[in-house]
């Protein structure tokens, strides 16, 4: 199977006190991996989504990806504020490489599946967390990225709009054999949705592999 996505880190250092956030990463993530990755607050999930998407460079090591990658970082990842929800999801769309004609075929299901068709030619700046996290998430989705990024801002939508996210997930990954990467605290969720997990604490994968093996072991280690 063709690997989508190598990382080898040897040490992440943030500006402001140099202390190590990542360090002896070394992941390999093949095509159609949904992968989860658990663990407790400031154990680096965060900081590695943000590598993989190239927000953030590590100081030393190299990342390597196969395909266009899509992620949802935090609440408004991408999005203009004075720009309407259509205006966005256009936007979104050439950021990722897509021609304007592609971006029409995909928009009205992106818009469908936000659930925010009345407001689609509202700015962006006056929609709820909700509503922005709605439709950020169908922009992602909907627009056919290689590797699929989300953090934990899918907690933001309500308990309807989570079952439809998981599910559009599982279709991504099971039909069209994209990679998905998912950080959640919601266990329930990734044992429904992911086939493997890393676990991860102070910045190092303490455990890789099968999901419900690693959610047993974040579940009953002290951190």
């Given at each position: 199977m063709e690997q989508k996505i190598a990382v080898k880190i040897d040490d992440l250092t943030v500006a402001y006190n140099y202390k190590p956030v990542l360090w002896d990463i070394d992941l390999e993530i093949p095509e159609g991996v949904l992968m989860a990755i658990v663990g407790p607050n400031g154990a680096g999930k965060s900081t590695l989504l943000k590598i993989l998407s190239r927000v953030t460079a590590p100081t030393t090591g190299e990342i390597k990806t196969n395909?266009?990658?899509?992620?949802?970082?935090?609440?408004g990842t991408g999005f203009h504020s004075e720009l309407t929800g259509r205006e966005n999801i256009y936007l979104n769309g050439a950021i990722l490489g897509m021609t304007k004609a592609e971006i029409a075929e995909k928009i009205v299901e992106i818009i469908a599946f936000s659930g925010c068709e009345r407001y689609i030619d509202t700015p962006v700046k006056r929609y709820s967390s909700g509503m922005t996290v709605r439709l950020a998430f169908a922009v992602a989705a909907f627009l056919e990225p290689d590797i699929l990024v989300i953090d934990e801002v899918l907690a933001v939508g309500d308990?309807?709009?989570?079952?439809?996210?998981?599910?559009?997930?599982?279709?991504?990954s099971s039909q069209d054999g994209r990679t998905v990467l998912f950080v959640s605290h919601n266990m329930e969720s990734i044992l429904r949705l992911c086939t493997r997990a890393i676990l991860m604490k102070n910045g190092i994968i303490i455990e890789n592999g099968n999901v419900s093996q690693v959610i047993d072991t974040y579940l009953s280690t002290e951190f």
């Open positions: 395909g266009r990658i899509a992620s949802l970082l935090e609440v308990a309807e709009f989570q079952k439809k996210a998981i599910g559009k997930m599982q279709d991504i």
